[in-house]
């Protein structure tokens, strides 16, 4: 199971006026084949389906740990994607056209289909695909499956941070760079583990440097290159016979941390009468409150 706890990975800044093409190319880091999405679901899918696990522990302890993070991702990309379509339409009677501006948006589903908020799907409006998964069965081949499309989401988070300045979607995206930089990091010493191969000698592919990104750099200087999460859970404190040593690319230890990131406010979307959502006026909500009252 997955505990949730009511917190975003970081904080994100809320923008004085909406971005609806930034909004649109976040899209892709969600639902693309190299998305969010399909992170989160290839290792959830690896983890549900793990042959052996007491035998091969730690390496089941590595995949589960990470699909938990890969949850908040997902999580942390959509409030990016919410606040980046926040002010894009106005309040107003219906034949005013307050939705006018979606009419001409690049990404029209943000305006027919989710009230302004993230799609599951990638930056051209296309449905996240199961097929995006793979869950051999075979522990070598998966890992270095994990290890790859984690490059390839590097390589798209890099293409997005250079498409947009928006600091929205640039501080979300400097702080994946660096917790999926660690990811590659975790897969290739698993991988090596597993083989005796340092495919770690293959990078860059890309760079994992994030000193050129500017957004990332505060959270390299957290040390959040260098850290994995236990989420509190003892039974996967076995991370630590892979996850350790030092770290290629910044030379400093790597640490197992027995806990989870320290979170940051979920944030609060405001009512968008425009798009009817939530839906609810002053008078329906105060019959909902009298009868929550009620039953109190």
Same mark, same amino acid.
């Given at each position: 199971m997955i505990k949730r706890v009511n917190k975003i990975a970081i904080e994100l800044p809320r923008p004085e006026h909406g971005d609806m093409n930034a909004a649109?190319?976040?899209? #892709?880091?969600?639902?693309?084949?190299?998305?969010?999405?399909?992170? &989160?679901?290839?290792?959830?899918?690896?983890?549900?389906?793990?042959?052996?696990?007491?035998?091969?522990?730690?390496?089941?302890? &590595?995949?589960?740990? @990470?699909?938990?993070?890969?949850?908040?991702?997902?999580?942390l990309v959509a409030n990016a994607i919410n606040l980046l379509s926040f002010g894009n339409t106005f309040p107003g009677d219906p034949d005013m056209t307050p939705l006018q501006n979606g009419k001409d948006a690049r990404y029209s589903l943000h305006f027919t289909t989710t009230a302004q908020t993230a799609y599951p799907g990638d930056s051209m409006g296309r449905p996240w695909n199961g097929e995006y998964v793979t869950n051999s069965g075979n522990l070598v081949s998966d890992l270095l499956h994990n290890y790859l499309l984690e490059i390839g989401a590097r390589t798209h988070k890099m293409r997005v941070y250079e498409m947009t300045d928006n600091p929205v979607a640039r501080t979300m995206i400097g702080y994946l &760079?660096?917790?999926?930089?660690?990811?590659?990091?975790?897969? %290739?010493? %698993?991988?090596?583990?597993?083989?005796?191969?340092?495919?770690?000698?293959?990078?860059?592919?890309?760079?994992?440097?994030?000193?050129?990104?500017?957004? %990332?750099k505060p959270f390299m200087e957290k040390?959040?290159?260098?850290?994995?999460?236990?989420?509190?859970?003892?039974?996967?404190?076995?991370?630590?016979?892979i996850w350790k040593g030092k770290n290629p690319e910044t030379g400093d230890e790597l640490r197992v941390i027995d806990?989870?990131?320290?979170? %940051?406010?979920?944030?609060?979307?405001?009512? &968008?009468? #425009? #798009?009817?959502?939530?839906? @609810?006026?002053?008078?329906?909500? #105060?019959?909902?409150?009298?009868r929550l009252m009620e039953n109190m």
């Open positions: 649109a190319a976040v899209q #892709e880091l969600m639902g693309g084949k190299f998305g969010e999405m399909s992170t &989160l679901n290839n290792y959830m899918f690896q983890s549900f389906n793990f042959r052996d696990k007491k035998k091969f522990k730690p390496f089941y302890d &590595l995949i589960a740990s @990470i699909t938990a993070e890969e949850f908040g991702h997902v999580e &760079l660096v917790r999926g930089g660690t990811h590659i990091i975790a897969y %290739a010493k %698993a991988i090596e583990v597993a083989t005796g191969v340092n495919v770690g000698k293959m990078l860059p592919i890309p760079s994992l440097d994030n000193n050129k990104f500017d957004y %990332a040390g959040l290159y260098n850290v994995l999460y236990t989420w509190g859970e003892p039974e996967y404190r076995d991370i630590s016979k806990g989870m990131p320290e979170g %940051a406010p979920v944030p609060d979307f405001e009512p &968008l009468p #425009e #798009e009817f959502a939530p839906g @609810i006026d002053r008078d329906d909500y #105060e019959r909902i409150l009298k």
